[in-house]
């Protein structure tokens, strides 16, 4: 069973603020929520993690559920250089073994 | 803003040639990753290695060794390619334990004919 399921796209407009979103039912008591982003020809790029309630940085905010069985990554005033596809990524964050698995992402389109 | 880097980016061989992959990482971090991915596949973990001497077998290791030879080089070996190895190749590193956030290098694409 897959560990995260995402909506497979999304569009939006440039200056929109965007909303994606990323179900986890069976998200373990040690898990963290990551999500990462990649663009066209580059490595995914990392861009933020929690745990419980609300985190926010300078590229964007995570909701999560107060049963985190549900996140939502929010990107506000998206522009042309947000297209990308976002992964959701649920892992044990003290486990050494612990590995990052991607699954299929949310492929963002933004529209001028 | 973490720093890895990949050699070659572009690399075409025959089938049963040999090749090899380098990643460098200039961050002092302990974990070192190597990645492939294919349309259909995302992206699935080949070997990894918490620091020099150590290897760690991922998802699909066959067909592939790694060697950590320091704390800022993995290698990734091909020896004997084949076509089903085409694909598009990230190494990344991560400063802590495994579920870490990790930095992803811009990518080796490997072309076997």
């Known amino acids: 069973l897959a560990k995260t399921t995402q909506p497979p796209s999304m569009e939006a407009y440039e200056g929109q603020e965007v909303n994606v979103s990323c179900s986890h039912t069976n998200i373990a008591t040690s898990e963290y929520i990551y999500w990462y982003r990649q663009v066209p020809h580059q490595g995914p790029q990392f861009i933020i993690q929690?745990?419980?309630d609300y985190v926010v940085n300078e590229v964007a905010s995570l909701f999560i559920s107060a049963d985190r069985k549900l996140s939502t990554l929010s990107l506000p005033w998206v522009s042309l250089r947000d297209a990308a596809v976002y992964y959701c990524?649920?892992?044990?964050?003290?486990?050494?073994?612990?590995?990052?698995?991607f699954g299929g992402g949310t492929r963002l389109t933004v529209r001028p | 803003e973490a720093a890895v880097t990949q050699s070659p980016r572009n690399k075409v061989t025959v089938t049963g040639g040999n090749v090899t992959l380098s990643c460098r990482q200039t961050?002092?971090?302990?974990?070192m990753y190597w990645y492939r991915q294919d349309t259909g596949h995302g992206l699935r973990l080949i070997h990894y290695s918490y620091g020099a001497g150590n290897l760690q077998i991922g998802d699909v290791p066959d067909g592939y060794k790694a060697t950590r030879t320091t704390q800022e080089d993995f290698f990734l070996l091909l020896e004997l390619a084949s076509p089903s190895q085409t694909s598009l190749y990230f190494c990344a590193s991560s400063p802590g334990t495994g579920g870490r956030e990790q930095y992803f290098g811009p990518g080796t694409r490997l072309t076997v004919l």
């Open positions: 961050n002092s971090h302990n974990y």
């Open positions: 990524i649920v892992t044990d964050r003290g486990n050494a073994g612990a590995k990052l698995t």
């Open positions: 929690g745990y419980k």
